[in-house]
Each structure stands twice: as C-alpha cells, then as structure tokens.
C-alpha cells in the first residue's frame, strides 16, 4: 500500500469512529445537533485523530480505549473552526468549501453547536473508562482527560486565541508573544493528539514530555508553513483564498524573519521532531518491545 492509500484508509478509520459518538438527531433540539454533525462531517483531514492512533501504536497501544478520545478530540477541533469563524471572531463565510455552520444556521445556533461539540467531547472521552478494566487503564484514561482539559482550554488553545485577538486589535508584535500564540492556538491539540495516544499506550512520563516536544515542533512547523503559504500561494493550509489584507497586516513568521529563514525553520523543526520519534522507535528494538514500525509518522 502506498502513502496515500495508507492516508485514506486511516482518514477512513477516523470518520467510522467519530461517526460513532455523534448525535442523532432527534427532539425538540433537533436544529443544533444537526448544525453540530454538519460541522462535524463537512470534511478535514482528521489530522489530529490520526495522530492520536499512530502514536498509540508507537508505543505499542491495543484494544479500544483510545477510540473515544480520537473521536472527542476531532470533536474539540470543530467546535473551534465553529466558533473561530463566527462573525464576532473571523467572520469567514466559507470553510472546507462550503457554507460555515452559522452562515447556515444562524449565529445563536453555531455558538450552541461549538458549545454542543465540547461538552460532547468530554463526555465521549469518558466512556473510554468502559474499555478500563484494571487499575492501570483507570489511571492512564484519568490522565489523558486531564490532558485533553489543559491542552483545549486556557492553558492551550483556548489561551492562544484569546492572545491573538488581544494582539490584533493592540497592534503589538514581539517574538514571545508570536510563539505563545503559535504554541497554544495551533500546536496545543497535536500536543494533546499525540501525549493521548502516548499515555493510553502506557508509555512512560519522559516519553510522554519527549511526545509533547515532537508534536509542538510539528504543530510549530504546521502553522509557520501556513504562514509561507500565505505569502507564496493563493490559499492557505485550509484551501481558504487569502486576501490581499491578511498578506500584508498578519503577524506571521514570516512577517517577522522573511520566506527564506521560514523556509529553513520549517525544515529544522521538522527533522527534529522525526528524531525524537525515531528514537522511540529505536528503543523498542533494543528492549525487544513489541515493535510498531511506523514509517508514517515520518511521512505526514
Ligand atoms: C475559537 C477557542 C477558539 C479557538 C480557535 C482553530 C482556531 C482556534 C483558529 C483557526 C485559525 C487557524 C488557521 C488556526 C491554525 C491551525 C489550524 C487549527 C488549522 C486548521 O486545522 P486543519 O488544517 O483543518 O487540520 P481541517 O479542515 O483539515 O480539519
């Protein structure tokens, strides 16, 4: 099987599992549990679910229990492009190319949808305590829960949006404050996709900071091509047309230190958190752990 065939399969796995938690939609509040699968299943790569999945393998993950959480994380993502594009934050109109959830449903009901998605999440990530049946498990679900908690909200994504509204309509603009926003806006939810994977998988708590590194340079390296790209190319990492407005006011990477050290960061950034996987991967073999090769992760 190739990259690709790989990729559709996994995106494939993805979707059947978020499928499962989702609502019906019945009842008198029928309208916003249709707005939230409408958000829900508009596309996207399910990037972060996948990630989740493979680095439960990495570390040698079996059984069910991450399945509730690739599909609350999936869920946290959506409620925030939801929110994100509301008229009182990004105003977008259009996403995965196609009508956003409140152009369609009204504001009132995008806001209860996001509110909906959230509060769904935690309450799917919880019935992985139904696939824990000895103490051990109890345990690594309750730390994941507490991970997933801190890395959405203001300690994390969260955090990160609330900074970047300040700092557009302050005008400020510092290294610092860029990285802050990066590191939590964006990189927060791979943390979380990643260190999830890895704590039900019971890896051990380095290995579970070293998994935090890797996935903040990977969502760093992520947003920063995004930024190359809005600079370079006519969308974005979304597929959004970029306006000639955004290319010039946006407080970017490459704003601040021009294409061509974007560029070399991307790269360096990249690499580095491959090294710290392969490292993983490496140690299996030595301990003769029950070894997941896993050429991809290195190809996402
Ligand atoms: C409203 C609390 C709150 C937070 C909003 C998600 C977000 C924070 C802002 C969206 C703006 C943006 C471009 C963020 C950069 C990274 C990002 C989250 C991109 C979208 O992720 P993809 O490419 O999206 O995985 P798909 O469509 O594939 O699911």
Known sequence: MNFKQQLDEKTRHAEDVLKRYLPEEKGFQKKVLEAMNYSVMAGGKRLRPILMKESFLLFGGE??????FMAALEMIHNYSLVHDD????????????RKTTWNVYGDGMAVLAGDGLLNLAFESAASAFDFADDTKTIKRVALALKVLGKKAGIYGMIGGQAADIEAESDGRVSKELLFFIHE???????QAAMMIGAILAGAETEAVKAVEKA????????????DILDVTGSEDVLGKPIG??????????????????AKKEVSRLSEEALDILRSFENQNEISGNKLYRNPFLEQL
């Open 86 to 97: 509301l008229p009182a934050m990004d105003n977008d109109k259009y996403r995965r190319g």
């Open 244 to 261: 000639s407005d955004e290319k010039n006011h946006k407080l970017t990477y490459v704003s601040l230190y021009g294409l061509e050290e």
């Open 215 to 226: 996935a903040y340079n990977i969502g760093i390296a992520f947003q920063v091509q995004d």
């Open 63 to 68: 059984g069910a229990v991450v399945e509730p």
């Open 184 to 190: 939590n806006k964006t990189a927060a939810l791979i």
